[in-house]
Structure formats: structure tokens, C-alpha cells
């Protein structure tokens, strides 16, 4: 094993034992602080909710979770790639698809792993376990005993049931066939088909291809004993696909087909298989890690290809995220007794329509392109597409409803799709946004202090996340000391000692660039050159000269003491008199910017005006609206206090300034998120029925209060600070900052610097000669 597998593998048992072990917990839902609340939470007050579900066994739906809570079962048996490895190490693949199903579709799930490989038995578990759950997702459950299992519990349950492993893959490739017809002008009736592993997850795409029109003729299947023909005895419902001819080869089946749907093994098509294909050939190598052919040798065969893959990395990714979350979501909502082949068919539907309609800019952000629109490339929607909860639930609980498996009426669709979009807030997947938009176009990220383990613990997973170019900057053997003593691999990523002799022409020609911007501001030719050796002033310089994209710094210094640098050699952006700091909380409402939190103690009511300025645009750069509230312990003129005035008389400039950003104040932090009480009292605000998502502080103390208070006692996950007004992305950490907080703000800086950087990537590789073997090493 590699030194790099052995450094991924530490990530993952780190990411699953630190802290409170494993991935999930179960959280009240209900107050349950005094005597009264747990009275009303267990005995005596809980008799009354039994007594009414005793007489009304509906009315479990009403009086617990029930309704909203999915069951993920799993005997072990077909876990990923790895086979029968047994219901114990099944578990962190069962917790994943907890965590999945919550935050995409916010839907509560308990795991359960059964021990037990009898079909029969594992039904009868299953089935009594129907009075908890509103749904069961069965789950890695080798074949052929996954389509007996899945097939009598739902004729035995009255809550729906699926197998994902043969559902997921079957919707969201349906999907892109569709879409993939129609660019290539091909008839579903009339295409012929090729399918290689003809085992649990290929039965259920091919039979929901002919519920959408597919013909079984039309379709030669492989497995690992090679074609499907009428001479096996092993085929079981599998023989109404079997050919006449037992010599049929993948390569003699593929010349002319119109459609190869591979869910195998890696590398088993070849090129000139493709080039025999009919014309405008439609490929789905769906093998992982690596497809039956790889997109750039499929591409290459064929220029009139459409390719999907199982992977992230390539266009048109067939990911079971894009269904079941919201698949179950919808089934759940109305109570449906099953998951039919109504429901799954609406669920393509509405997945193939999703992909014309035109792309938000959250999603052409998160996947770093301009303008993504339907084409060869752009078949399915992406992942972390917002729309996708509001899109597929409403369409799987309609044809629910139409099809008469549906238990509950929903009146108002338009309600519930508002509903839908609530329940996780359209801003809640902001720093998934962010990190796919920096995998996408990379950074060349300095670090300047790099002789520090929390640091080199953060660059080692940002380079292997490919997130960022981490640089070091320190004395080498002093980071690989520090490095190994922590099993830290840093084998790959470059150290630059600003101290060094080899150094020495770099220091002399960012200390004349230095001498030229500070020789009136008190600095001599000497002292230029002697402070080229500080690593904060020498990564400063790698930004300003292109050398590289970004910096962080402050882990272990002062906050002043490391902005210092930044604004001597960087300098404030055009029109910018003061730079600003930003907390950016991942809260339960949603994202929330908070400023000023590190920089100006008491700015006046023009300076407070710029600072929002500046924090508006910087929300715009994340493609959010800014919603501003002007906080102060008054409420719109309520208390003629120098201060409120101050915060008053900002919100009038910003006004002046920029009549439609929305923004209103001076007011209380709790005026700012309870709507009602806004509303009822002071109707005239132009933050009623807005949703905030910006609070500005008068000074810097009661910002700093309120974000130190919200991270620590809040439990809000915090992005910061951002430094605001600066030309290029230097960025200062907190003091003491976690590994996490430093990866996010590298996040932070990749983007940052994808918006700032004027050099292109060309340029960037021929001025830095290490970073082009960095590149060659990461491929």
C-alpha cells in the first residue's frame, strides 16, 4: 500500500472515530428541559398520543416521526466494491445514506444492519418492522436474492419500499436516455441496445428503458459467462432477453448499436468498438471507479458521441443522489403504500425536463462554467442543482396520487413546493457550492505558516481534495520533521524557505518591488531587502508578482500583525478607503455574513455604508442575493442615541447610493429573523417577508460578540474572516484556527482568487516552472 493510500486511509478512520464516533445522532425534536416538558414527553402526558393512535392507527403519523422517517437496511452481502464484508462494516455505508438522505431531501433515517443471508427470514425481519418506519430503502443486498427480497416486501408492506442499488441507477439513466434521444434523433422503440453486467442494477434500467418504450428484441445482454442466449439454464426472468446465437461477442454485438449501457468492469470496450457503433452512438459506461471505456478515449473514437460515466469528474454524471433523496420525499408526503413504476417514471420525466430548462447561477458557480445549458454534454442535472427537491418530490407524489397508491390529499401543490424549498433553505448547499467551484479551476495557495501541523494537516488534504496548489513557506527540515513525526504526506507539495540562500534573487526582486511601493513611508533600501526573509511579507510578494494565486496566514500571529503585510504590498482595491472583515455562519436558516467582525472599531455612518458596500458585493460574488439588516439595539428611530442614529444615517446613504439593494435598519437582531413581529409593527420595512442573510454591526465589538457567541454557543459552522477591499486574496485565520476552519478558508481563498486573478493559467505555468511538475505529478 502506497504512503498516499495509507494518508487517505488515515482521513477516512480520523473522519469517522473523532469526536462523537460515527456519522449520525438522534436529536429531540420537541422542548424537553423541565419537569413539565419531559412529563409531556414520557409518562404521564405520552398515554394520550397512544390512546388516539390505538384508536386511530393512522394517527401515528400525526402524533410521531413516523411519516418522515426512512429505514436503510442492509445484510452486508454487496457493499460497494466490496463485496460480502458483513453487516458490521455494512454500517458507515448505511450512516452515509443517512447523512445523504437529510441533507438533501431532509429526511430523518435510522440504519439498520441485519445479520441474517436467508431471503425468506430477511423478509420477515423486514416486514415487522413497518410500524416505525414511512419507508424502507433497502440497500447493498447481493443479487439474485435483492429482487425476491425487494419484490415480497412490497407485496407484504403498505409502506413503499426500494432496493436503490437497482432503482437509483435505472431513474437517473432513464433520464439521460431520454435527453440523449432527442439530441440524437433517435427513437426509443427503434435503437438497439447493448448491455454488458446483466446483474441487479442493468435488470431494473432495461425494464424501466421498455416501460419507456424499448423493445426486449432490441436489446443483447453480457455477463460475466458471456452473451444471454436460448442454451443457458441460468437465466431465470432474465431468458425473455436471451439471443439464438451462443457466439455473439461484446465486439460483434456493438458494431451498429445505437445504445452500449455498461454496469461491469473497467477497460473491457476498446475503441474500435465504438467506432463500429451506428451513427450518433449514445454511451453509458457507468463502471466505477474506472468505466468500460474512459470519456477521453470514447470522445476521441467519436466526435458525434454522447457519453455518461458514474463519475464526477467527466460530463453527465449518472449519480443515484439525483433520485432517491427526492424520490422518497415525495412517497413520504403522501403517504404512499409503494413506489411504482408511475412514480419512478415521473421521476425521469421530471429529471429529463429539469436538464432543458436553464441553469441557475449557484449551479453554473458550483461547477466553475458560464453559461451550462442542454446539449451533448448536459444531459441530467448536476448534483447540487437546488431545484431538484422542488422538481422530482412534487412530480413522484402526483403520479403517487393519480396512480391511487397515495394515502394523503395535497391541495395546494404550489404550497408544498414552497414548502419543499423551505425545509432546507435554496442557500443551505452554499459551501458544497464553493468547494466544487474550487476543485474545479484550482490555486496556486500559499501558506505562510507552514511549520505548523494543523497547517501542513489542512494543505495535505486541500492537494489531495485537489481543492488548491498548497506552497509551504519555512525552513524544510523543519516541516518534514513536523510532517513525519504526524504521518503527514507532503511528499508532493513544494517548500519554499524565505531565508535560504537559493532564495536570495527571488528576495532581492521582491525587495525592489517592496522599496519602490514603501520608500516614502518610512522603509530603507536595507530594511526592504531584510524583510523579504518574513514569510508573511514574502508569500504577500508571491501574490502581488503572480507567483501565486492566494495566501493564508494568521494561525499564529496577531490579527493586525498579519493584515500588516498584506496592505503594504497588496493594497486596497479601487474606491476602497478601508478594507473589512467577514464571518461567513453556516446556520440551520441558512448562510449567514456577518461584518464588521475583525477590522474597524467604530466606523462613522459613511464608513459603515462602504463596509456594506463591499460585504453586498462580496454575497454577490457566492451568486446570493444581499439581504441586509442594519443592526442596533434600536428599532427605526425608537431611541434618538448617537449610535442608532449612526446605523440610521448608513442605511439612508446605502439607500442613496443603491436604491434596489435590499437592506433596512437601524433594528433589533431579532427583528431582523422573526417575520410576524416585523411585519405587524412595522409593516413599511423593506425586510418584511425577505429573508435575511446579511447583518451589519454598528462597531466591531458587537460584531465580534455576536459571531464568537453564534459559532461557540450557536453551534454555527464558521467560514472567516474574509478580508474585504483588498485587490488580491490574502486572507488572515482566526487564532488557533481548526484543521476544518482552514480548509474552508481555503475554499474561500481558491474562489476568491478565481474572481481576482488578472494571469491566466498559461502564463501562470511559465513563471513557475515547479508548479507545471506539480500539475504532471497530480494527474
Known amino acids: 500500500m502506497s504512503k498516499h493510500t495509507d494518508l487517505r486511509k488515515e482521513q477516512a478512520l480520523e473522519y469517522h472515530s473523532s469526536g462523537r464516533p460515527g456519522k449520525i445522532e438522534v436529536v429531540p425534536t420537541k422542548e424537553a428541559k423541565t419537569q413539565r416538558d419531559l412529563s409531556l414527553a414520557y409518562s404521564p402526558g405520552v398515554a394520550v398520543p397512544c390512546m388516539e393512535i390505538f384508536n386511530n392507527v393512522e394517527d401515528v403519523y400525526k402524533y410521531t416521526a413516523k411519516g418522515n422517517l426512512v429505514a436503510v437496511i442492509s445484510n452486508g452481502t454487496a457493499v460497494l466494491g466490496l463485496g460480502d464484508i458483513g453487516p458490521e462494516a455494512s454500517k458507515p455505508v448505511m450512516e452515509g445514506k443517512g447523512v445523504l438522505f437529510k441533507i438533501f431531501a431532509d429526511i430523518d433515517v435510522f440504519d439498520i444492519e441485519i445479520n441474517e443471508k436467508d431471503p425468506e427470514k430477511f423478509v420477515q425481519i423486514v416486514k415487522a418492522l413497518e410500524p416505525t418506519f414511512g419507508g424502507i430503502n433497502l440497500e447493498d443486498i447481493k443479487a439474485p436474492e435483492c429482487f425476491y427480497i425487494e419484490q415480497e416486501l412490497k407485496k407484504q408492506m403498505n409502506i413503499p419500499v426500494m432496493h436503490d442499488d437497482q432503482h437509483g441507477t435505472a431513474i437517473i439513466s432513464s433520464a439521460a436516455l431520454l435527453n440523449a434521444l432527442d439530441l440524437q434523433k433517435k427513437k426509443i422503440e427503434k435503437v438497439c441496445f447493448v448491455v454488458n453486467g446483466a446483474g441487479a442494477a442493468a435488470m431494473a434500467c432495461i425494464q424501466l428503458y421498455v416501460a419507456l418504450g424499448a423493445k426486449y428484441e432490441n436489446f443483447t445482454l453480457f455477463d460475466k459467462d458471456g452473451v444471454l442466449h436460448k442454451g443457458r439454464t441460468d437465466l431465470g426472468d432474465r431468458e425473455k432477453f436471451a439471443v439464438k446465437k451462443s457466439d455473439i461477442t461484446l465486439e460483434k454485438a456493438m458494431k451498429d448499436a445505437d445504445v452500449f449501457l455498461g454496469l461491469s468492469v473497467g477497460n473491457v470496450v476498446t475503441q474500435d468498438m465504438i467506432r463500429s457503433m451506428a451513427k450518433n452512438p449514445i454511451v453509458f459506461a457507468m463502471a466505477n471507479p474506472d468505466p468500460e471505456i474512459s470519456y477521453e478515449d470514447a470522445t476521441a473514437a467519436r466526435k458525434d458521441i454522447i457519453m455518461a460515466t458514474g463519475r464526477t469528474d467527466y460530463p453527465n454524471q449518472v449519480n443515484n443522489v439525483l433520485g432517491f433523496p427526492y424520490i422518497f420525499r415525495g412517497a413520504l408526503d403522501v403517504r404512499a403504500r409503494q413506489i411504482n413504476e408511475a412514480m419512478k417514471l415521473a421521476a425521469v420525466r421530471a429529471l429529463a425536463d429539469l436538464a432543458k430548462s436553464p441553469v441557475p447561477d449557484i449551479v453554473n458557480l458550483a461547477y466553475n462554467q458560464q453559461s451550462m445549458s442542454f446539449g451533448p454534454e448536459y444531459i441530467i442535472p448536476k448534483p447540487l442543482d437546488p431545484r431538484l427537491l422542488a422538481t422530482v418530490a412534487p412530480a413522484v407524489a402526483k403520479a403517487a396520487v393519480e396512480s391511487g397508491v397515495a394515502q394523503k390529499a395535497i391541495s395546494n401543490w404550489d404550497a408544498y413546493t414552497l414548502e419543499l424549498n423551505k425545509r432546507l433553505g435554496l442557500d443551505n448547499q452554499l459551501i458544497r457550492v464553493i468547494g466544487n467551484k474550487a476543485r474545479r479551476d484550482p490555486k496556486r495557495l500559499v501558506f505562510a505558516e507552514a511549520d505548523n501541523q494543523k497547517i501542513l494537516k489542512a494543505a495535505s488534504i486541500i492537494y489531495d481534495d485537489g481543492i488548491a496548489y498548497p506552497i509551504l513557506l519555512g525552513d524544510p527540515e523543519k516541516i518534514k520533521r ?298
Open 482 to 779: 513536523i510532517a513525519e513525526e504526524n504521518n503527514i504526506d507532503i511528499s508532493d507539495i513544494p517548500i519554499i524557505d524565505p531565508r535560504s540562500d537559493e532564495n536570495e534573487k527571488k528576495r532581492e526582486f521582491y525587495s525592489e518591488i517592496f522599496f519602490k511601493k514603501r520608500h516614502r513611508k518610512g522603509i530603507n533600501k536595507y530594511e526592504s531587502l531584510k524583510i523579504m526573509k518574513d514569510r508573511n511579507h514574502f508569500g504577500c510578494m508571491m501574490v502581488e508578482t503572480g507567483d501565486a494565486d492566494a495566501m493564508l496566514s494568521g494561525l499564529t500571529k496577531n490579527y493586525a500583525e498579519a493584515i500588516r503585510p498584506a496592505l503594504a504590498i497588496i493594497g486596497t482595491e479601487e474606491g476602497v478607503k478601508k478594507i473589512a472583515g467577514m464571518y461567513l455562519l453556516l446556520t440551520k436558516k441558512g448562510p449567514l455574513f456577518l461584518a464588521d467582525t475583525t477590522v474597524n472599531f467604530n466606523p462613522t455612518a459613511e464608513e459603515l455604508a462602504d463596509i456594506t458596500m463591499m460585504v453586498a458585493k462580496e454575497v454577490r460574488n457566492f451568486n446570493l442575493v444581499p439581504r441586509i439588516a442594519m443592526l442596533s439595539y434600536s428599532n427605526f428611530g425608537s431611541s434618538d442615541s448617537a449610535e442608532a442614529r449612526l446605523v440610521a444615517d448608513a442605511t439612508r446613504i446605502l439607500k442613496q447610493r443603491n436604491p434596489s439593494l435590499v437592506v433596512d435598519g437601524e433594528m433589533q437582531g431579532s427583528m431582523a429573523f422573526n417575520k410576524e413581529i416585523l411585519r405587524d409593527n412595522y409593516p413599511f420595512s423593506e425586510l418584511v417577508n425577505e429573508d435575511v442573510n446579511v447583518l451589519m454591526f454598528p462597531n466591531l465589538t458587537s460584531g465580534n460578540v455576536a459571531y464568537n457567541l453564534l459559532k461557540e454557543v450557536g453551534g454555527a459552522d464558521a467560514i472567516g474572516p474574509i478580508l474585504l477591499g483588498l485587490k488580491k486574496p490574502v486572507h488572515v485565520l482566526q487564532l488557533g484556527s481548526t484543521v476544518r476552519s482552514i480548509i474552508n478558508m481555503a475554499l474561500v481563498a481558491v474562489v476568491d482568487a478565481q474572481l481576482k486573478c488578472r494571469m491566466n493559467t498559461d502564463e501562470a505555468v511559465q513563471k513557475s516552472t515547479w508548479w507545471k511538475r506539480l500539475k504532471k505529478k497530480k494527474k
